[in-house]
């Protein structure tokens, strides 16, 4: 491998794309492994085979959707919403780059050239990620720690005149290929298939300088007379000028091309330069065209070059696109979304993601006859039931009942199998769901019994998908309505604090309320509040009515445990509220501060009450805009990452004026009388807090019990 890389090296001193590879720098963070500008040059803009296969898989790669997911407590992927921060960066990345197909094509274009891609998330003063930029990554350094080899930070230099702007690991992500010999950068498949492409490009500027030379060979004019430089200088050019490109017009012409050429004097044309014939160019195109296709994962096919027309028809096309998808395309796609989640999706929680929404490629969708195959040889297996063999092949369900096919005379059994399993259909459902989970478990097996004939008794009994569609209906009920009724009250709460502390504190200042980012904070922690919300009655919700469908309730006793969880939530509605507003508030008071030029800000405990890490940091103060030792910006900021030291919080925040830090006695007073004021506007709040969030209760008890209500009538 060190030949290797000394022979690239050597190599590099007078070919263009080989040029462009450079070596480490000893125990220092190594610099690019390529040189990105030199890539892009001499193999993307100049050689045709190499643009052809990159311009083919981003081409591709634009044509994928990278959508953000949110995972229900059913452990469901749905799209997340489009106000939040993840789910607006997916549809419009950056106020430049609108277009996410446009963004993602220029992406895979530079990874492919390069080996490496970067992106800046741009945030909000509160740290909510905002946008997202792309980098060109000949513009970036990496500068690691030297004690520990770890990246400290990327210096990104927009131009020379200009100092590097210094962004932080949690600021940009970074994906790249594998690289073994750097464990900063990644390696470029074009870097690998330099050599490869400076013999294509050597290869073919040959060709066209031989016909730019009017297909004259380099030879020799010889004779037997003496003959001075001069005499041999004019020779030569009239030789030239007599078969070569004439110019015409100042420009060069084909018009000597054909013209015959006469030697008299004992002059003699004699060929050294090789003819095309012998030169066989058709092999060296055909090596160079199947090499660089090999290390851009392009089939020569797909990119309609020599190699791979030879022996091209319609299905070796089909095959070729399939191939192209599975092994190129989409684990390339799929690395990428993957490097967007990690870098990007999972601030928010394991519970998001960016995914690559492959449904729409069609070489990886199984054709309508293997559909119609699989469903068939599933349902006559008794894999699953008729309707679902007839939605799996674009029809619509005729039983609206799990009907399974079994052959005659045997019947499926397993643990729980008693006669009591069929008394009636609510009991034999809940057989058929532990049959289901014992058939994939491997503990099932059939034998001969008779057929058993079930009367459908008169009572309608609900199953676990018609409650699943019941309770996503609800979800759609808070989307509307209360995220933008929610957000306007925070809002609220936060100038009525924030205009509050600036009278208690009398500082010479109007309070906006328009600042960019504390209103994205606040709507954005809105969106989180309607999330968490529904999603923690769900969770309470769904596994009791399971267990009423296993135990054959009706859906009158269904909606008695829609009652009982819904009651729940109410009672808790207050420590909900207490956990939202008092962070909302504190931020108010936080941007106030800010705003009033105020350097400095004070944590003031809740009470005796207060927890023990709360307390210890009562009375300590912190930059404005700065982080307390829990991590907390302000008292009750959801931000800080452990619930912990915000769930049910009731601290607040005072602002320290200059002149006053040291007059204990003033401090105390005004501490006293901030933390009653506050408390008071707390309450308040608070209670507006509970009634949304009772509002939201009511919508989705609404929902559900509605949703029971229609099962029973289409029953009678």
């Not at 791979?308 to 028809?313: E, M, Q």
């Not at 929610?486 to 328009?514: G, H, K, Q, R």
Request: charged share 25%; proline share 5%; with cysteine.
């Amino acid at each position: 491998m060190l030949d290797v890389a000394r022979a690239i090296e050597r190599h590099a001193d007078g070919d263009q794309v080989s040029r462009a590879i450079v070596t480490g720098m000893g125990d220092r963070p190594e610099p690019p492994a390529t040189d990105f500008a030199s890539l892009a040059l001499a193999g993307y803009s100049q050689n045709p085979v190499v643009h052809a296969c990159i311009a083919e898989l981003s081409k591709a790669f634009a044509s994928i959707p990278i959508v953000a997911e949110r995972r229900t407590p059913k452990k469901e992927w749905v799209p997340a919403d489009e106000r939040h921060p993840l789910g607006r960066i997916s549809l419009r990345p950056n106020e430049v780059q609108k277009d996410p197909a446009g963004f993602h094509e220029q992406a895979a274009t530079d990874f492919q050239i390069g080996g490496n891609g970067f992106f800046e998330i741009e945030r909000s003063r509160s740290g909510v990620p905002l946008q997202l930029w792309q980098l060109r990554q000949d513009k970036i350094d990496i500068i690691a720690d030297k004690s520990t080899g770890r990246i400290s930070h990327y210096d990104f230099t927009v131009s020379r005149s200009k100092e590097p702007r210094h962004l932080l690991p949690g600021d940009v992500i970074h994906w790249r290929k594998p690289n073994p010999l750097s464990s900063y950068w990644g390696l470029s498949s074009l870097a690998v298939a330099a050599i490869v492409g400076d013999l294509d490009n050597t290869a073919f500027e040959y060709l066209r300088s031989f016909f730019a030379n009017a297909g004259v060979p380099v030879g020799l004019l010889t004779t037997d007379k003496i003959v001075t430089k001069k005499d041999s200088e004019a020779i030569s050019k009239r030789w030239t000028e007599r078969v070569g490109r004439a110019m015409v017009g100042g420009v060069r012409g084909l018009a000597n091309w054909f013209k015959l050429a006469v030697l008299d004097g004992g002059w003699k044309y004699e060929q050294i330069g090789s003819p095309l014939d012998k030169l066989k160019l058709d092999h060296v195109f055909s090596q160079t065209e199947t090499r660089i296709c090999a290390c851009l994962g392009v089939h020569p096919l797909l990119v309609a070059v020599h190699i791979g027309l030879l022996r091209s028809t319609y299905s070796n096309l089909k095959l070729v696109e399939t191939d192209f998808w599975k092994r190129t395309a989409k684990p390339l796609v799929e690395r990428y979304a993957s490097a967007l989640t990690c870098g990007l999706a999972h601030e928010f929680g394991r519970d998001y993601r960016f995914r690559a929404d492959l449904r729409g490629v069609e070489a990886l969708q199984k054709s309508e006859a293997e559909i119609r195959q699989q469903a068939r040889e599933d349902f006559n297996a008794g894999l699953i039931t008729r309707d679902q063999a007839l939605e799996a092949t674009g029809r619509e369900p005729v039983d609206n009942e799990p009907l399974f096919k079994l052959p005659r005379g045997v019947v499926m059994i397993g643990p729980g199998a008693t006669p009591d399993a069929f008394a009636t259909p609510a009991a034999f459902q809940a057989f058929e769901r532990r049959m289901l989970e014992g058939l994939k478990a491997g503990q099932l097996k059939a034998v001969d019994a008779p057929a058993i004939t079930i009367d459908s008794p008169a009572e309608r009994h609900a199953t676990i998908p018609e409650v699943d569609r019941i309770i996503d209906a609800a979800r759609l009920e808070r989307d509307s309505a209360i995220v933008e009724a929610t957000a306007d009250l925070f809002v609220e709460i936060s100038t009525t604090n924030a205009e509050a502390v600036i009278a208690e504190l009398a500082l010479d200042v109007t309070y906006d309320p328009t600042v960019p980012a504390l209103t994205e904070w606040l709507k954005t922690k809105a969106i989180t509040f309607a999330d968490k919300a529904y999603d923690t009655t769900i969770d309470k919700l769904r596994p009791s009515l399971v267990e009423g469908l296993d135990a054959g309730e009706t859906i009158q006793e269904l909606a008695d445990r829609v009652d009982a969880v819904f009651e729940g939530r109410k009672n808790n509605a207050l420590t909900v509220a207490r956990t939202e507003t008092a962070g909302t508030a504190n931020a108010g008071s936080a941007e106030a501060y800010r705003q009033a030029g105020l350097e400095e800000n004070e944590w003031l405990k809740g009470g005796p009450d207060s927890r023990e890490s709360h307390q210890a940091l009562d009375g300590v103060r912190v930059a404005i805009g700065a982080r307390f030792d829990n991590g907390c910006r302000f008292p009750g900021d959801s931000d800080a990452g452990d619930p912990a030291e915000f769930i049910n919080c009731t601290c607040t925040l005072v602002g320290v004026v200059p002149g006053d830090e040291d007059d204990d006695e003033s401090n105390a007073v005004t501490r006293e009388a901030t933390y009653e004021s506050f408390a008071q506007r707390l309450n308040t709040a608070e209670r507006q807090v509970a009634d949304v969030f009772g509002e939201m209760i009511e919508l989705q008890l609404a929902a559900i019990l509605a949703g029971l209500d229609d099962i029973e009538e289409q029953a009678a």
